[in-house]
């Protein structure tokens, strides 16, 4: 019986390979090469490298920028470690001061409790030795009689107190004027007899914490002419102020008296002031003397010896005190 051959494929398989890969190969270099215009290609790669250029260059910039933060950063960590270390410092001190303040206050409060004490001792004995009926006839503070309802201060504005003692006459002002919590009248002048505030010249100023803070404040920049004498002051004061009933009190504050007599200027103000030993006086004088003229050391001028001696004596006769400071400070 005679075979029959099978029909044979059109195409075989390795023809469609070869032909698949002859397609493929076509289509890659279609895709690898440069398609369009080649100026246009170029120009498209030049902005690429450069911007690239650019984007390197800016990330130098901040690499570098970063150091510099860095660096500072590492300074503020070092500023922010001494800075602890100093709040802890200032922290053991204010501990340590808080609880001496704290121990201060109970001595003081230990010493107030005797002090207390001390005087209620003091007083049964003063009652059991003067009787029930027995009245302290003075009112001193600090030794100054303080039952003035009027105060005139009349102060040195010579050159040597302005520059070597008015802060000190400030603080003394202030020390006065709180020994008279509230009087019925101030007046301010200088040892010329040349008042402070030009608008109450020759009347007396109303007593208020605001008019206390004024002469305070005036006090800084007032420097009239003086001569260094407070006789022209203490006369004004009394020629001007005292009226029958009112209980004045002034106050001289000075360094130095450059007059010729101290016995001339003891009978003048003891005649207008009629005092008599401190009976039936006009006013109260009062002085502080602030030692300008005492060299560490030295001998005190002329001058300042005799305005003591001066204010010593009329303080006597006019029934006032008079200090001498030891100190400016």
Known sequence: MRKQRRALPEASLSFLDVISCGFGAIVLLLVIARVGDPSALEEAENQLLGSVKDYQERL?????????????????????????????RLKAKLASVSKQSNQLSQSQSREKEQLQLVLQVLSEEMQRLLGPEFLQQNQLVGGIPADSDYIIFVIDTSG???????????????????????????????????????????????????MRKNIISKLANWAPFSNSSPVEGINAA???????????????????YQGRSIRNVVKAV?????????????VRIHAIGFPVHFPPGGTPSASAIKFAALMRELSYNNGGTFIGLNSLN
Request: hydrophobic content about 35%; charged content about 35%; cysteine-free.
């Open 160 to 210: 040597s107190m302005q520059v070597a003692a008015w802060e000190k006459v400030k603080k003394e002002m202030l020390n006065i004027l709180d020994i008279y919590p509230e009087v019925k009248g101030i007046q301010v002048l200088n040892d010329m007899g040349q008042y402070m505030f030009v608008n109450y010249a020759k009347k007396w100023m109303s007593d208020s914490p605001e």
């Open 238 to 256: 009394i020629q001007t102020f005292y009226k029958p009933g009112r209980k004045i009190s002034i106050y001289t504050l000075g360094d130095d």
């Open 270 to 282: 003891d005649k207008l002031n009629k005092a008599h030993r401190g009976a039936d006086r006009l």
């Open 60 to 88: 130098f910039e901040i690499r570098g920028e970063s150091v510099v933060l860095d660096e500072r950063l590492k300074s503020r960590k070092e500023q922010l470690s001494e800075l602890t270390e100093r709040v802890a």
